[in-house]
């Protein structure tokens, strides 16, 4: 059976018109083409996706009816907050958009102008990175993937949109949904991790919390699905690398979170700065136009990334501005971003015949429509007295019940956490009065938000323990070579009774730009931690990373080990929360943790190879100088309470391809003596398949509140869609034979079913 065909005929042809050697890179910002007369329209070679029938597209329709070249051009440009201070927005055609600007006054000032200074007063749509947070910062993405729940990412999305639109920003560039087995790449903290299922799932739950049931709505934004596509695949973990990627791999792995989003109703799509298999994602008519704007029916616009046009240049596709113009408006990237090749060269790429004004006033109306959608015609301007400019009790609370669910306990031996409130506690370690790291990357953007430094671990302790004796010794800084500090940071643990490490990454080593070649601890944090482990006191590691570090060293000196990530606001309180056993941890890692960084990449849905490990064989597929497999598998976490997950059970063991499902279910007991949550997570393996499938893919997960005792019973129906695969010609295949399903708490579960696909 075969649903979703997609042709491939221009997989590999990515750009229109012919690259000329030795162009100059344009400066020009908003330089609109000289006059307002629209050029000959060529004969259109390409056809647009057709405007649907609906309310919107009339309107939008109506307008672009009435426009010049010159306004449709404006309409195809975004600027930021630099290029802005260099501009005259007072020219007759401003831009589509702006971006990076905040503040209610502000951003109603930029609106007045297009509003009401221009010919056909056609408002602005004001863009920001509220990547986890607008005001108030929550868990970092792949924190919110640690939580296995979407409602913690709905919530982000919704308290974020409320706050970024009550303040006049109405589009956000989130969520980010590329999947990744790169721990080295910076920007592992802006996405879900390694897994597509989960990603796809977070991803439509974000979207639905910025985007709501109608983003015209005063607490909501239009979302934007990037980076489009295969950004996570990038070489060596590189920022901006290239990737090469067979069919197959990008629509089983990088696709499926942008096709969820897009059956969401996401309004935006940003492209990716990569190449795909050699051509640039924003020069891509495969991915673009034959994906997701024609197979996918995606309707909304996409904008490019920062100066993406521009850098098709670089990339070697395009030899000066107007080729790079032709390409990214050849292959679908409505909105140009930063660079200005669009307004400068449109009109000379329509008079060559090189783009078609079918292209332009598509581009248009896409834009336009998200505008009508946002309701900005109507209601252009924000109310600046509601702008929200603190962070309210409400989204703290919120905040710091994310956090909470958000962090994975990795080890906890002879039961140290949680901890009495009591004694003498030494927090030690450079995170240990950190602020602002503690939010991650991509924070602080809200208005005022950096006057709202998060709490930092010392706060928190303090304030869950009051009677607890609570020292805090720095150690050392996260990233430098002094180890000055080591002698007082022992001589604090000697004097302890515990000892709370907090170590990790700034919020500057991870996020967009930094890839590291490393991933331990940064500086000399690993020696801190085994010099304060020489004390003999036990040890409790926090962690504040924006990506999977190799934790030998860590779990060779601590106790217990927390995997906090990037908290946000309420960083110390909800560390601080499990700690002392308020709340019970029940994160689990959405993304493998190497052993070494020579392992990398390793993730759990990986092929079996004809030769998979065996450590008794040498000649298979391992390393001579590290056992086998991750230092914790994704899926993995641990409670302060145990759970046993039993009785997996079939509604059939047949699944008809033609329709049928199968209903999965298990029983998960708590039976511990403490209330937690457990996620019940099911794989699939398909043995034998005309191409080698993944040794276990995710295809669902559930994450139960049981108090002591209870029990509850976990089920999942299963259809065709769970058990195919795309194929290399890009046909989503559902083929016959066995199904092994497996159910358990990690992706080592070993509880395992069969079925038959007939
Ligand atoms: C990033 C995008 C971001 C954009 C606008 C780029 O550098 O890659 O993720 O949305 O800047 O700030």
Redo the contacts with the bound molecule.
Sequence with gaps: MTNGRISRRSALAGIGGTAVLGGVASTGLLASPATAAPAATPTPSRRPRPARGTALDHKANSLLQKMTLAEKLGQLQLV?LEDLARTSMAGPNPCGGV??VVGAAKLNALQKIAVEHTRLGIPLIF?L?VIHGYTTNFPIPLAQASSFDPNVARTDAEVAAAEARASGINWT?AP?MDVTHEPRWGRIA?GNGEDPYLTATLAVAKVTGYQGSDYSAPDRLAA?A??YVAYGGAEGGRDYNTVDVSIQELHNHYLPPFKAAVEAGVATV?AS?NAISGVPAHANVYTLRDVLKEAYGFDGFVVS??TGIQELIMHGVAGNGADAAAAGLTAGVDME?VSTNYVEFAQQLLAAGRITMSEINDAVRRILRVKYALGLFDNPYVDEAGEVTSVSASARAHARAAAGRSMVLLKNENSLLPLKKTGSIAVIGPLGEATYDLNGTWSGLGTGSQTTPPVTVVEGIKAAAPTATVTFTKGCEIDDPDTSGFAAAVAAARAADVVVLAVGESAAESG?ASARSNIGLPGVQEQLVAAVAQAGTPIVAVLFNGRPLTLQPVVNAATAILEAWAPGVEAGNAVADILFGRVNPGGKLPVSFPRAVGQVPIYYNHLNTGRPADPNNKYTSKYLDLPSGPLFEFGFGLSYTDFAISDLRLSSTRLSRRGGSVTVSATVRNTGDRAGDEVVQLYLHDPVASISQPVRRLRGYRRVSLTPGQRSTVTFRLTPQDVGFYDNNANFVVERGQIEVYVGNSSSAAMKAVFTVV
């Design positions: 930021n971006f990076s863009g990175d560039y980010m802006e934007c990037k980076h940003m700065f990334d920062w971003m967009e």
